[in-house]
């Protein structure tokens, strides 16, 4: 298992996966279109075992030339429009590239002999929890409140039950928790890293439904979750599924906005009751922990820091640049 093509890998999780690929004695291809820009590449471009190639994913033509020229031992499909708000604003090319391209690049992967397919789903598909004083694990009801999550479970159905089941492939399901930390390629329209920043510059934050919750993962353990999959046995992982974070990783806002707190005492905090929220799920990851041996590595309290640090010693001149979002971003006073 050595080559492993990565698509979306100049992405906010897939430029941080590279890396750490590539520190474990990977062969890396990438396959990104650059929607946000190249510039997370730059410190790898010369690593002997990297190469770049620029491609839409939904150009199936291109990719089957790219399958033909190389045989890769993994897959590690990251390239989708990600996330709620992005999937609302452009459904077309959401439901093109997250659900009708995706099953392309599993049944070409599996044709072309790739032993390991690795999908990165989410932990938004559990939806609103029927007890909401219990958790869901990898065997609850999945219940889809949005076009992104939706297209996210008809993949997975397709991964894990529909496909014609192969002992030479693996492919593998891992629904991440809400991201948030450092990256190569850094966002700022996620919860975690978006009220560090906007508490951090001094302004109020507006809070609505401070009471729900989320599980929450730290981007580097994104990676060490895909490379634990990678290294695990066929038997583990082959057609399975994965919540990935850990248990004791479920915030509220309101636990989130606490903990900045605590680095930020005088920050401006307003809350809009909401009462109705269709996402709303604390979420069981021992499954991953209990069977492959995975662990997290970084917490949300750890996450504050490093963003607070990097906003203060003006590592980044402006936060609130558009490049930072994976939507059109208001700036707020």
Not at 12 to 38: A, H, P, Q, W
Not at 290 to 307: A, C, H, Q, W, Y
């Amino acid at each position: 298992m050595k080559n492993i093509l990565v698509t979306g890998g100049a992405g906010y999780v897939g430029s941080g996966l590279l890396r750490k690929l590539l520190e474990e004695g990977y062969f890396v291809t990438c396959i990104d279109n650059l929607m946000f820009g190249g510039e997370s590449l730059l410190d790898v471009w010369h690593n002997n075992n990297f190469n770049f190639i620029n491609c839409d994913i939904n150009n199936t033509e291109k990719l089957d030339k790219i399958f033909s020229k190389k045989k890769y031992d993994g897959v590690i499909h990251l390239a989708a429009i990600v996330g709620d708000p992005a999937c609302k604003l452009y459904p077309d090319l959401a439901i093109k590239t997250n659900w009708e391209t995706s099953k392309w690049l599993i049944d070409r992967s599996k044709s072309s002999g790739v032993s390991k397919f690795i999908f990165a789903s989410t932990c938004s598909n559990y939806g609103k929890m029927d007890d909401p004083n219990a958790y869901v694990d990898e065997n609850s009801n999945l219940a889809p409140v949005s076009l992104y999550a939706e297209l996210k479970v008809k993949f997975e159905k397709y991964l894990l039950h529909e496909i014609k089941k192969n002992e030479d492939f693996s492919p593998t399901s891992l629904r991440f928790s809400t991201v948030y930390g450092l990256s190569s390629r850094m966002r700022f329209d996620l919860t975690v890293n978006e009220f560090t920043k906007d508490l951090t510059l001094g302004k109020e934050l507006v809070i609505f439904g401070e009471q729900f919750w989320r599980p929450y993962c730290h981007v580097r353990d994104f990676s060490n979750a895909f490379i634990t999959v990678l290294n695990s046995p066929f038997e583990k992982v082959a057609y399975n599924v994965f919540n990935v974070g850990d248990t004791n990783e479920n915030y509220t806002k309101q636990m989130i906005v606490n903990e900045i707190k605590k680095l930020l005492p005088n920050s401006k905090i307003k809350y809009v009751t909401k009462n109705e929220d269709p996402r709303d799920y604390r979420v069981n990851c021992d499954k991953i922990k209990n069977e492959l041996g995975f662990k997290i590595s970084m917490t949300v309290p750890d996450g504050i820091r490093e963003i607070k640090n990097v906003i203060q010693n003006k590592l980044i001149k402006d936060p609130d640049s558009q490049k930072y979002y994976n939507i059109p971003y208001v700036k707020k006073k």
